[in-house]
């Protein structure tokens, strides 16, 4: 079993911080591209930012100069450092990972929503 845990998330004022962690663990093998998406009530799920294993980065417009996304490969983690929040950013969350488990089968994992909320 691949559990992915989450971290972060809260209630912010708009232009505030926040960091957002997400954690692969059990019968993990090997971790590849991790990443964060978000949804809004109303909305459909949306990237927010990847992360390859070797440290590439892709970011959607919306989290362009103010989110930096990060991983520490030796503790399968990925973060989402987010910087200047706007009352747009409140949404739920979500931690994704390619992971291939101990028995070498690839799956896609989601962590559990972590709430977002930005005041104005």
């Known amino acids: 079993q691949v559990q992915l845990v989450v971290s972060g998330g809260g209630l912010v004022q708009a232009g505030g911080s926040l960091r957002l962690s997400c954690a692969a663990s059990?019968?993990?093998?090997?971790?590849?591209?991790m990443g964060w998406y978000r949804q809004a009530p109303g909305k459909q799920r949306e990237l927010v930012a990847t992360?390859?294993?070797?440290?590439?980065?892709n970011y959607a417009e919306c989290a362009k100069g103010r989110f930096t996304i990060s991983r520490d490969n030796g503790k399968n983690t990925v973060y989402l450092q987010m910087n200047d929040l706007k009352p747009e950013d409140t949404a739920v969350y979500y931690c994704h990972a390619a992971v291939v488990s101990t028995s070498r089968i690839f799956n896609n994992y989601w962590g559990q929503g972590t709430q977002v909320t930005v005041s104005s």
């Open positions: 059990g019968s993990v093998f090997s971790v590849g591209v």
């Open positions: 992360i390859t294993s070797s440290g590439t980065t």
